[in-house]
């Protein structure tokens, strides 16, 4: 196979599946990793690709869409669970804790605390729905115009958020970079600063393929963050980016 047939075939496999790795690419070719590895290379300079720790994930749009939810909601994958097992940690009783309506934070649900009791803000119809029966958690649901996601962020949410005191946000979005968080629309981001400016502490729950993209609109500053975390397939050069800049992060291990 020419150097140029693997490439086309790099691109296919990576619009169907939407992640390839590094060694999976060696031996499904029968080449050496490294001769992948310059293929990712030149194929990312040529804009076709995003290189990650071990592989490479599409390009990302910056106006890309959220999922639907019947992709959203589900089991989640081994760095989701992951992120989220390590982030319940935090949660401790009697508090207030923010919860959004994204895919990691419907993995979250699973791992929250079943031993004491607390709080859970949310503007997600899912979110609440799950958790409406859990005695041992108080779930209030900001209300607002309904998305097709189930998820409320209007400037009807925005309000309502802004009434709310938070002791721990759970924070994502599309892209974390040294100039912020940010996601795909300016109104999920309008109300994100809401929730995170009345949070005592706002950590971030970010995958690999998150770190050094910057979407369309801009959420908050690191500043904003007291925490990071994220999983192991993410880069120590992009770890110390966004460390040089004060924020910690969190490598949760998901073995």
Do not use: W
Not at 1 to 29: C, H, N, P, S, Y
Not at 173 to 193: D, H
Not at 237 to 254: H, L, N, R, T, Y
């Amino acid at each position: 196979m020419f150097t140029q047939e693997r490439r086309d075939k790099i691109l296919e496999l990576l619009g169907r599946e939407g992640r390839v790795l590094a060694k999976d690419l060696a031996d499904q070719f029968e080449v050496s990793i490294d001769s992948i590895r310059r293929d990712l290379s030149i194929m990312e300079e040529e804009k076709l690709l995003k290189r990650t720790h071990g592989g490479a994930i599409p390009l990302p749009n910056v106006r890309k869409l959220p999922h639907p939810p019947s992709e959203r909601y589900g089991e989640g994958n081994v760095y989701q669970n992951a992120i989220a097992k390590q982030a319940a940690a935090y949660i401790s009783e009697n508090e207030t804790v923010f919860i959004g309506g994204a895919a990691i934070h419907f993995v979250l649900l699973k791992y929250l605390p079943k031993h004491f009791h607390f709080t859970v803000v949310t503007n997600s119809l899912k979110i609440a729905d799950t958790l409406k029966d859990a005695e041992h958690i108080q779930t209030y649901l900001i209300g607002g115009k309904i998305k097709p996601s189930g998820n409320m962020t209007d400037a009807l949410a925005n309000s309502l958020a802004s009434q709310f005191t938070i002791d721990l946000s759970f924070a994502t979005g599309g892209g974390l970079s040294v100039k912020g968080l940010s996601t795909a629309t300016p109104e999920v981001a309008s109300f994100s600063r809401t929730i995170a400016e009345n949070s005592r502490r706002n950590i971030c729950l970010a995958e690999h393929y998150q770190f050094g993209i910057d979407f369309f609109a801009r959420m908050y500053p690191l500043k904003a963050l007291n925490m990071i975390i994220t999983d192991e397939e993410t880069s120590k050069e992009e770890i110390a980016k966004i460390e040089a800049c004060g924020v910690k992060v969190i490598v949760a291990e998901s073995k």
